[in-house]
T-cell receptor, first 113, second 115 residues
Framework: DQQVKQNSPSLSVQEGRISILNCDYT??????FLWYKKYPAEGPTFLIS?????DKNEDGRFTVFLNKSAKHLSLHIVPSQPGDSAVYFC????????????FGKGTRLHILP | DTGVSQNPRHKITKRGQNVTFRCDPI?????LYWYRQTLGQGPEFLTY????????KSRLLSDRFSAERPKGSFSTLEIQRTEQGDSAMYLC?????????????FGPGTRLTVL
């Protein structure tokens, strides 16, 4: 049972344009959402997060939007750069003592020259 | 480099052998997590430690798997009598813990291949 769903296995975007990666979740107890970026042969790298009390968080070229009523979040990257080509994982955690993170399956982003 | 380190990076073993992986977390982090990632999937939680105490284990962690963090610093993950289905990337992560700081910092992983 996938609690965090990334329905697009891959996405291709022209360099300089906006990349939008989507994520849906089913567990209404999730209160913290994260995006990780992964290059081949490396571990995931934390990118940006958002608490459920917010609907937007911005960090440089990266913005995460949260729509709690739709149980949907998205990551916007603008402008997209070649170095953004990677696998992006959406992840979520519920309140509790373990901060266990539940990951989606990932979306592979290709930035085209 | 003060990031999370894992050794070995790659391990090839024959079915039925035992393997052990090591993780060294970021030094001031008191939480340490183990995840497993198979092809086409995101990382899946296996277990975690708060200092030296192992506080939760996933149902994915069969009896053949054991993890330790004896002094609350580095951790080891042992798989006994390996099976081909154990082939995966084993990821370690660490975090500071409570206070809304859920960000976990991952190591590069150990890729296990069971022949």
């Amino acid at each position: 049972d996938q609690q965090v769903k990334q329905n697009s296995p891959s996405l291709s975007v022209q360099e300089g344009r906006i990349s939008i990666l989507n994520c849906d979740y089913t567990n209404s107890m999730f209160d913290y959402f994260l995006w990780y970026k992964k290059y081949p042969a490396e571990g995931p790298t934390f990118l940006i997060s958002i608490s459920s009390i917010k609907d937007k968080n911005e960090d440089g070229r990266f913005t995460v939007f949260l729509n709690k009523s739709a149980k949907h979040l998205s990551l916007h990257i603008v402008p997209s750069q070649p170095g953004d080509s990677a696998v992006y994982f959406c992840a979520a955690s519920a309140p509790g003592r373990d901060d266990k993170i539940i990951f989606g399956k990932g979306t592979r982003l290709h930035i085209l020259p | 480099d003060t990031g999370v380190s894992q050794n070995p990076r790659h391990k090839i073993t024959k079915r039925g052998q035992n393997v052990t992986f090591r993780c060294d977390p970021i030094s001031e982090h008191n939480r340490l997590y183990w995840y497993r990632q198979t092809l086409g999937q995101g990382p899946e939680f296996l277990t975690y430690f708060q200092n030296e105490a192992q506080l939760e284990k996933s149902r994915l962690l069969s009896d053949r798997f054991s993890a330790e963090r004896p002094k609350g610093s580095f951790s080891t993950l042992e798989i006994q009598r390996t099976e081909q289905g154990d082939s995966a990337m084993y990821l370690c992560a660490s975090s500071l813990g409570w206070g809304g700081m859920n960000e976990q910092f991952f190591g590069p992983g150990t890729r296990l291949t069971v022949l």
